[in-house]
T-cell receptor, first 111, second 113 residues
Framework: GQQLNQSPQSMFIQEGEDVSMNCTSSSIFNTWLWYKQDPGEGPVLLIA?????ELTSNGRLTAQFGITRKDSFLNISASIPSDVGIYFC???????????FGTGTRLKVLA | NAGVTQTPKFQVLKTGQSMTLQCAQD?????MYWYRQDPGMGLRLIYYSASEGTTDKGEVPNGYNVSRLNKREFSLRLESAAPSQTSVYFC?????FGAGEAFFGQGTRLTVV
């Protein structure tokens, strides 16, 4: 079946640094979503992308829909301690509206 | 605004016991979902209800049953719990099936011993 692979799996960064992570698929996606999960909570939507090449920002977060439609990228600028959590990409499986989630990137910020 | 409410938050079961996880949303959403989250595997869809009165299997439905009780409520039942069902379970809802944004509950941490 379709899979979404995220990298890196986890990362430690210093407060103030920029962060980049990506999500790749074995097949084409028409929508990419990025969620964040705080410890002990459910995921919350950060950014939604609907068009190849689209670049969308939400505060310090910027996400891009890859032009091949098989990947997406999330950047966080000037990280702060509350950026800690797990970041998931998600997209609808081919021919359906059922969304699958990536394996997640766990972010830890060192103050 | 409560959003999506799940009960219980924590549960320990013995192998073979049954239980029902409850979920309710107050956003008048049409679609509801149950996911499980295991380390290193992201969230996997167990069952979903595209609209009131319908339910369908997701990626990992074996060992589970669901009931869409009404538009607000969607329950997940484990008839005979197994250690492999130890996981964190999330209920989610969306305005309609295929709507990009899903709203998640806080999760139920289930341990089967």
């Amino acid at each position: 079946g379709q899979q979404l692979n995220q990298s890196p799996q986890s990362m430690f960064i210093q407060e103030g640094e920029d962060v980049s992570m990506n999500c790749t698929s074995s097949s084409i996606f028409n929508t990419w979503l990025w969620y964040k999960q705080d410890p002990g909570e459910g995921p919350v939507l950060l950014i939604a992308l609907y068009k190849a090449g689209e670049l969308t920002s939400n505060g310090r977060l910027t996400a891009q829909f890859g032009i091949t439609r098989k990947d997406s990228f999330l950047n966080i600028s000037a990280s702060i301690p509350s950026d800690v959590g797990i970041y998931f990409c998600a997209g609808p499986t081919s021919g359906t509206y059922k969304y699958i989630f990536g394996t997640g990137t766990r972010l830890k910020v060192l103050a | 605004n409560a959003g999506v409410t799940q009960t219980p938050k924590f549960q320990v079961l013995k192998t073979g016991q049954s239980m029902t996880l409850q979920c309710a949303q107050d956003m008048n959403h049409n679609s509801m979902y149950w996911y499980r989250q295991d380390p290193g595997m992201g969230l996997r869809l167990i069952y979903y209800s595209a609209s009131e009165g319908t339910t369908d299997k997701g990626e990992v439905p074996n060992g589970y049953n669901v009931s869409r009780l009404n538009k607000r409520e969607f329950s997940l039942r484990l008839e005979s719990a197994a250690p492999s069902q130890t996981s964190v379970y999330f209920c989610a809802s969306s305005e309609w099936f295929g709507a990009g944004e899903a709203f998640f509950g806080q999760g139920t941490r289930l341990t089967v011993v």
